[in-house]
């Protein structure tokens, strides 16, 4: 049964502002994992910006928006060895959703040099 379906699309250039500066942003919305995937690219902002998105369709298909309790590098993406992205959700956050039954997530990321998007949908 599906329990709640999100999309998002960002600009890269507002991801790559946030993440080149020195203030922190990478490493609360990213898990480490993340940030050494993304940075391993030739193009790292358009890989930070599609996950970014993930994060924010994951929260839209919660229908919750950021509630306390959750946190951004606790929601990551990892790629599968056929490059096949996933969405996996730990620590308090992990907690903090239990109770929702969410069995399967869904993703889909996209991105050009100028624009990213992601698709996520929730079973139970």
């Known amino acids: 049964m599906i329990l709640g379906i999100g999309i998002d699309i960002i600009e890269v250039e507002r991801i ?3 993440v080149g500066r020195d203030t922190g942003f990478r490493e609360l919305v990213f898990s480490r994992g993340e940030i050494k ?3 391993s690219k030739a193009s790292p902002y358009e890989h930070y910006a599609a996950r970014f ?3 924010e369709a994951f929260m839209k298909a919660l229908g919750s928006g950021w509630s306390s309790g959750l946190s951004f590098n606790e929601i990551e993406i990892v790629n ?3 490059g096949k ?3 996996q959700i730990s620590g308090q956050t ?6 929702l039954g969410i069995q ?3 993703v889909s990321l996209s991105h050009l040099k100028t624009m990213a998007t992601a698709f996520v949908i929730l079973e139970s």
């Not at 992990?94 to 109770?99: S, T, V």
């Open 16 to 18: 790559a502002n946030s």
């Open 37 to 39: 995937y993304c940075n």
């Open 53 to 55: 998105a993930a994060k």
């Open 80 to 82: 599968l060895e056929n």
């Open 85 to 87: 992205p996933v969405l």
């Open 94 to 99: 992990e907690k903090e959703l239990a109770h």
């Open 104 to 106: 399967i997530i869904h």
